[in-house]
T-cell receptor, first 114, second 115 residues
C-alpha cells in the first residue's frame, strides 16, 4: 500500500443517482489528483488540487464535482452520470504539483453506470 | 500538445528472461521527465523508474533499466530476470519540467510472465 486509500472500491449506480468517491492520503502531501482510466485509453487527468485549491479542471463535465476540504481528503461527487462514465477512477497525491515529484496512486474505484 | 505512444498493447516473457517495452513520445520541449509506472492486477499503480531528460545516463533500478534516446524521442523499459510478480500493465508517461504541467500517459502495455 502506498498511503493513498480510496472508497468504495466498487460502485454501481443508475444514471439518476448521486454518489461520492472518497480519497484519503496519509503521506503529508499537498497536491491531490483525480484521474479517469478507461479501457484501451490513456489515463485522463480530471482535476488537480494544491493546498486545497483547485488548480486544474481538464474540461470535465459538470456532472463530476470535486471537493477538497483539506490536503488529506479529496472527494468526487457524481450526479446524473452516463454509461460512458463507467471507468476506474484513480486518486493520486504528490508532495506538490511540480513535475519532478512522484505521484502516489490509490487503488481506484471501479465505477459502473447502468 | 505532447503525446506518448506505446505500440505494444500486450507482451509476454518467460520467467528469468529479459523483455523490452517500447515507448515513444512527441514534444517540442527540451527539458522534461519521463516515467514508467506499473499497475498490477487490482493493485495500485506504482512508479518503477524515472528519467530526467537533461541526464544522458540511463536510469536503472535493480532489474529495471531504460534506454533513453532523446533525439529519437524513445524511452524503452528493459526488465531483466523477469519474475512472476512483474506481470502488470506498464504505462509510460511524460511530464514537462516547466510549470505544474500534467502527466501525459500512454495507453499501456500488458505484460504477462510465463512460468
Amino acid at each position: 500500500e502506498t498511503g493513498v486509500t480510496q472508497t468504495p472500491r466498487h460502485l454501481v449506480m443508475g444514471m439518476t443517482n448521486k454518489k461520492s468517491l472518497k480519497c484519503e492520503q496519509h503521506l503529508g502531501h499537498n497536491a491531490m489528483y483525480w484521474y479517469k482510466q478507461s479501457a484501451k485509453k490513456p489515463l485522463e487527468l480530471m482535476f488537480v488540487y494544491n493546498f486545497k485549491e483547485q488548480t486544474e479542471n481538464n474540461s470535465v463535465p459538470s456532472r463530476f464535482s470535486p471537493e477538497c476540504p483539506n490536503s488529506s481528503h479529496l472527494f468526487l461527487h457524481l450526479h446524473t452520470l452516463q454509461p460512458e462514465d463507467s471507468a476506474l477512477y484513480l486518486c493520486a497525491s504528490s508532495l506538490d504539483p511540480s513535475s519532478y515529484n512522484e505521484q502516489f496512486f490509490g487503488p481506484g474505484t471501479r465505477l459502473t453506470v447502468l | 500538445a505532447q503525446t506518448v505512444t506505446q505500440s505494444q498493447p500486450e507482451m509476454s516473457v518467460q520467467e528469468a528472461e529479459t523483455v523490452t517495452l517500447s515507448c515513444t513520445y512527441d514534444t517540442s520541449e527540451s527539458d522534461y521527465y519521463l516515467f514508467w509506472y506499473k499497475q498490477p492486477p487490482s493493485r495500485q499503480m506504482i512508479l518503477v523508474i524515472r528519467q530526467e531528460a537533461y541526464k544522458q545516463q540511463n536510469a536503472t533500478e535493480n532489474r529495471f533499466s531504460v534506454n533513453f534516446q532523446k533525439a529519437a524521442k524513445s524511452f524503452s523499459l528493459k526488465i531483466s530476470d523477469s519474475q512472476l510478480g512483474d506481470a502488470a500493465m506498464y504505462f509510460c508517461a511524460y511530464r514537462s519540467r516547466s510549470g505544474n504541467t500534467p502527466l501525459v500517459f500512454g495507453k499501456g502495455t500488458r505484460l504477462s510472465v510465463i512460468a
